[in-house]
């Protein structure tokens, strides 16, 4: 099981956007935001992550291995809302982003009223039927 502060980073990052807050810019796949610093510090130890910039709590750091990461977390959603287990994470490039993803399927299906407008990478929206993709 993951910690809770550990995958709402990790779930951040997923859900970057012009109107989240953390924001993904496309051109440098930097992620920017307002993060956990002690979760960020020990990510960047394991690296995970990269850190590209700090001005005062504001950071902006790059995702290692992005496109495994990516893919990985999207099979761990697919997989959850199959009703697999996390045993499928042993054949994904990066297990962590598949167990992130999964717990955070998991998390998502226990709220009583999901929100229709709700954007993280692997998940379908409702209104448009389309998995969006980051």
Do not use: W
């Amino acid at each position: 099981m993951i910690s809770k502060k550990v995958r709402e980073l990790f779930v951040s990052l997923m859900e970057a956007s012009d109107s989240a807050a953390v924001y993904y810019d496309v051109e440098t796949e930097q992620y920017t935001g307002y993060f956990n610093a002690a979760v960020v510090d020990k990510y960047i130890d394991l690296g995970a992550l990269e850190l590209v910039e700090k001005q005062g709590d504001e950071v902006t750091i790059l995702l290692n291995n992005r496109d495994d990461f990516l893919s990985s977390f999207a099979a761990g959603i697919r997989e959850a809302a199959n009703g697999n287990d996390q045993s499928y994470a042993d054949y994904n490039a990066n297990p962590f982003a598949f167990s992130v993803g999964f717990e955070h399927f998991h998390q998502l299906a226990k709220k009583k009223r999901p929100n229709p407008d709700y954007i993280c990478h692997g998940i379908e929206s409702p209104k448009t039927g389309l998995v969006h993709q980051q």
